[in-house]
């Protein structure tokens, strides 16, 4: 079957996906928080971003190649964290670390991951990142920093903007809670995805095990839909949290969910070694700008890498991001709809659609490498001249 003829773009595999996903499971993963306004200004702010078409440049041969943290990658992108993974398609972490060490790009797995990072590291060989949500007590820390490292994570993520549950009503709508359990409800949902019921049969319901493992006394009852056994363990982080991370950490130390300048500027003194722009694509405050338009204010406070996500939908949105000051773009949701729409061949087609878009539209823009990309930015004109 030539997947490119029936799944040519995301819209195709998210249709599909959410067709094989249960309603609940769906909801979970396509959900923003509030009216998702501020989903919607991501998508509005890759929109504005215009290239110049180029002609009389004979042929381009674009190269995808970069370098991010002193580690060579093919191509500009890699798989963002998502929480839960294993319930949006069975076996979802390890599906999608195999992939990241095939094509030799980085996969971040969460804390809230439903597999350990010892289970995952021998899939993901030398690509693992671990992104950590900040627990309260040191030697819970201590302890998931050690089995990070000793799984083989050689890059630390630690995600700075979750606070707080947000409310995310269309997943409370949906009927998902934590832990989750097949309510009556629910279970009608999975009888008609039954390649979905069998996989997670197979492997029983997914839970977030690292935390399990840590939080089982903590817990008391069910949690609220949208928070889960993490938040019983972890603090608000400050920047005494993140100097110490810094000691702690022997490896990449990359943090996650900066909208604001100062706060890059501030942990390039502390030894961060990236920044992550990121409002958690919409999912956690409904009130922000779209990430993109505050990207060039993060990259003139700051000469770290910038590392961005939120709203990416395609290959020539990663080109968009990397024009405006972007070193690298993760995605998370992407990832999923291919696996839910294509199971085990979800993720490498998803990643020959990005690399063919990203190709065809460099050779438009006469763009040969990445470091092209910015000259050939349309810039809003200011001054007298833009007056109408």
């Given at each position: 079957m030539d997947l490119h003829a029936r799944y040519p773009a995301l819209q195709d595999l998210k249709a599909r996906a959410r067709r094989r996903i249960p309603h609940f499971v769906w909801e979970y993963l396509d959900s923003a928080t509030g009216a998702e306004a501020t989903a919607r200004r991501n998508r509005a702010a890759l929109d504005t971003v215009l290239m110049r078409p180029a002609a009389l440049r004979g042929e381009i041969v674009p190269d995808l190649a970069t370098i991010l943290l002193g580690r060579n990658?093919?191509?500009?992108?890699?798989?963002?964290?998502?929480?839960m993974s294993g319930l949006i398609w069975p076996e979802a972490e390890v599906l999608l670390a195999r992939h990241a060490a095939a094509a030799g790009i980085p996969y971040c797995l969460s804390t809230v991951a439903t597999v350990v990072p010892e289970r995952i590291g021998p899939d993901v060989g030398d690509q693992g990142w671990f992104q950590m949500y900040p627990p309260?007590?040191?030697?819970?820390?201590?302890?998931?920093?050690?089995?990070?490292?000793?799984?083989?994570?050689?890059?630390?993520?630690?995600?700075?903007?979750?606070?707080?549950?947000?409310?995310?009503?269309?997943?409370?709508?949906?009927?998902?809670?934590?832990?989750?359990?097949?309510t009556p409800r629910l279970l009608a949902q999975v009888a008609r995805c039954p390649a979905w019921a069998a996989g997670i049969s197979a492997g029983g319901m997914p839970r977030m095990r690292l935390?399990?493992?840590?939080?089982?006394?903590?817990?008391?009852?069910?949690?609220?839909?949208?928070?889960?056994?993490?938040?019983?363990?972890?603090?608000?982080?400050?920047?005494?949290?993140?100097?110490?991370?810094?000691d702690l950490w022997d490896g990449a130390f990359i943090l996650k969910g900066v909208m604001e300048p100062e706060v890059a500027g501030r942990a390039e003194s502390l030894g961060v070694d990236?920044?992550?722009?990121?409002?958690?694509?919409?999912?956690?405050?409904?009130?922000?700008?779209?990430?993109?338009?505050?990207?060039?204010?993060i990259r003139t406070a700051t000469s770290l890498p910038l590392i961005f996500d939120s709203g990416v939908e395609g290959g020539l949105d990663v080109l968009r991001a990397l024009a405006m000051g972007a070193d690298f773009v993760m995605m998370g949701r992407a990832w999923h709809y291919a696996l839910g729409a294509l199971g085990r061949d979800g993720p490498a087609h998803w990643h020959d659609i990005l690399v063919k878009?990203?190709?065809?539209?460099?050779?438009?823009?006469?763009?040969?490498?990445?470091?092209?990309?910015?000259?050939?930015?349309?810039?809003?004109?200011?001054?007298?001249?833009s007056d109408p």
């Open positions: 990658y093919p191509v500009p992108f890699g798989i963002a964290p998502v929480g309260k007590a040191p030697e819970i820390r201590d302890d998931m920093l050690a089995r990070a490292k000793a799984a083989g994570f050689h890059t630390l993520v630690l995600t700075v903007d979750v606070p707080a549950a947000s409310r995310r009503e269309r997943q409370i709508r949906g009927g998902l809670v934590q832990p989750p359990r097949l935390m399990d493992s840590y939080a089982a006394d903590l817990a008391r009852g069910p949690l609220p839909s949208t928070a889960h056994v993490g938040y019983l363990l972890r603090a608000a982080p400050d920047w005494d949290y993140v100097a110490t991370l810094r990236a920044i992550w722009v990121s409002n958690h694509a919409g999912r956690q405050f409904d009130g922000a700008p779209g990430a993109l338009a505050i990207l060039p204010e878009d990203m190709v065809a539209n460099m050779g438009q823009i006469g763009a040969r490498n990445l470091s092209d990309l910015s000259a050939r930015l349309i810039r809003p004109r200011t001054g007298p001249a």
